[in-house]
């Protein structure tokens, strides 16, 4: 079974850090989050273990939206 989404933007929609977190897959989270310091974003919480499951990071967007990574290493 796949996952389908999408992104919307309307006058409705107001970016938040507080709503929904969808979790990507990041091979490496370690060189995303490092991408995302030098490019002057911000990194919401850290890259943490989270037991057996692997590692989880969140960043937020350019409009302040948080964006979950998720990676076994």
């Known amino acids: 079974m796949r996952a389908a989404g ?3 933007k ?8 507080r709503g929904v977190v ?5 091979p490496d989270i370690d060189g995303v989050l ?5 490019l002057d974003g911000k990194v919401a919480f850290p890259k943490t273990r989270i037991g057996p499951l ?13 964006v979950g990574l998720r990676s076994w290493q």
Do not use: H, W
């Not at 309307?10 to 850090?17: L, N």
């Open 6 to 8: 999408t992104l919307m």
């Open 10 to 17: 309307g006058e409705a929609f107001q970016p938040s850090p």
């Open 22 to 26: 969808i979790y990507f897959t990041a």
């Open 34 to 38: 490092e991408r995302l310091r030098k």
């Open 54 to 66: 692997g590692f989880v990071a969140a960043v937020e967007d350019s409009e302040g939206n948080r």
